[in-house]
């Protein structure tokens, strides 16, 4: 159980154009899912908490102009890059899980999104 | 956020021999704590989980170990084999803020058959 998907797993894209990244749980309903990018060889940073009906939370730095996140339903969420430069070439992760908000548990991941901006 | 992007440190260990990850923590607020594996080119997948009320849990092959006084998690593989071989993160979680989890610098394992 808990299954997260993502689509698409890679894209390339010219620099200027928008990209859409769609995170679906599949078997769960998720109010809240997080995206998470990860450059080579680095960790995973914390981009936004994406709130399902409401407006996303986002990390210290992140433009939200620039990543725009939507979560229309309670099981999908997605990542819109918008203008994308080469600079935004990553991998985009994103994440949920089965607990509400007033206790811990984990969060189980899609298979993330390689996306090279040309 | 307290995750930090810094480069991958490595470790290599012999196939069958036990395997010791280490990760330091920032927030001391941190209450529940996650080891997650990640091979190339995927997401993290859960390895196992530990609250802060302990200091140990062990799993199937796997022992977490938590000390909060200098804020150290610490990830025992035994008898590593060769799928073991992949990106180990931590990744902290403070109750109460949301859900949002902070990762570690991670750890990349190679496993030498």
């Known amino acids: 159980g808990a299954v997260v998907s993502q689509h698409p797993s890679r894209v390339i894209c010219k620099s200027g154009t928008s990209v859409k990244i769609e995170c679906r749980s599949l078997?769960?309903?998720?109010?809240?899912m997080f995206w998470y990018r990860q450059f080579p060889k680095q960790s995973l940073m914390l981009m936004a908490t994406?709130?399902?009906?409401?407006?996303?939370?986002?990390e210290q730095g992140v433009e939200k102009d620039k990543f725009l996140i939507n979560h229309a339903s309670l099981t999908l969420s997605t990542l819109t890059v918008t203008s994308a430069h080469p600079e935004d070439s990553s991998f985009y992760i994103c994440?949920?899980?089965?607990?509400?908000?007033?206790?811990?548990?984990?969060?189980?991941f899609g298979n993330g999104t390689r996306l090279t901006v040309t | 956020g307290e995750s930090v992007g810094l480069h991958l440190p490595t470790l290599s260990v012999q196939e069958g021999d036990n395997s010791i990850i280490n990760c330091a923590y920032s927030?001391?607020?941190?209450?529940?704590f996650i080891w997650y594996k990640q091979e190339s080119g995927k997401g993290p997948q859960f390895i196992i989980d530990?609250?802060?009320?302990?200091d140990k849990r062990q799993g199937q092959r796997v022992t977490v170990l938590l000390n909060k006084t200098v804020k150290h998690l610490s990830l025992q593989i035994a008898a590593t084999q060769p799928g073991d071989s992949a990106v180990y993160f931590c990744?902290?979680?403070?109750?109460?803020?949301?859900?949002?989890?902070?990762f570690g610098t991670g750890t990349s394992l190679t496993v030498i058959p």
């Open positions: 927030n001391s607020a941190s209450d529940y």
């Open positions: 530990i609250r802060s009320n302990m």
């Open positions: 078997d769960f309903q998720a109010t809240t």
């Open positions: 994440s949920a899980n089965t607990g509400g908000d007033s206790y811990n548990s984990p969060l189980h």
């Open positions: 994406s709130n399902e009906g409401s407006k996303a939370t986002y």
């Open positions: 990744a902290e979680n403070e109750r109460g803020t949301g859900n949002q989890f902070y």
